[in-house]
């Protein structure tokens, strides 16, 4: 697949000390939290909606995990 990983969440913005524009908060609190960039779709349409993204993980120095969206689609 293109897109590798995925993962389900609400999409909000702001990333972690540099590293991504935005973030899905899942249950289990800021540890459980996917920091995303994406450079092919606009993240800021998503913010409040619960959304399914799928993508590459990346290596982030911050954040836990560190996501390039590729494809969104909205959950709920």
Do not use: C, N
């Not at 969440?9 to 972690?16: D, H, P, Q």
């Amino acid at each position: 697949s293109v897109f590798p990983d995925s993962v389900e969440g609400v999409l909000e913005e702001g990333g972690i000390e540099g590293e991504g524009t935005h973030h899905l908060i899942r249950e289990g609190g800021p540890s459980k939290y996917v920091y995303l960039t994406s450079t092919v779709i606009d993240l800021e349409s998503f913010v409040g909606k619960k959304v399914m993204v799928w993508g590459e993980t990346l290596s982030g120095k911050q954040a836990g995990w560190l996501m390039d969206v590729g494809k969104v689609k909205v959950s709920q």
